[in-house]
């Protein structure tokens, strides 16, 4: 039988790194990307689409970002559970 051994910082480190990637996302503004289309392409279809696709990338960066973060709470959560039973063992063990 293997030992299973779970490396506590390395979850914090990752639950780290995913917030702030999710800070980093969130601080785009997508829509402004595509601001200028409709001056550079006056009467095209894209600038009367230009709107929309900022709205839809503004829309898919938070759907991101949401996901980023309740990665960032789960892997939390777990270094929580690790560190808590791991605490308990060794009291019971002490």
Partial sequence: MSDFEA????????????????????????????????????????????PELGTSWTGEKDALTEGLDNYAAGLEAAARTYRDTDEAAAQDFG
């Fill in 7 to 50: 490396e506590i910082s390395q979850l914090e480190t990752a639950a780290s790194n995913a917030r702030d990637a999710s800070g980093d996302i969130a601080d785009v503004d997508l829509p402004a990307a595509v601001d200028g289309i409709a001056t550079a392409m006056p009467g095209s279809s894209s600038a009367v689409s230009a």
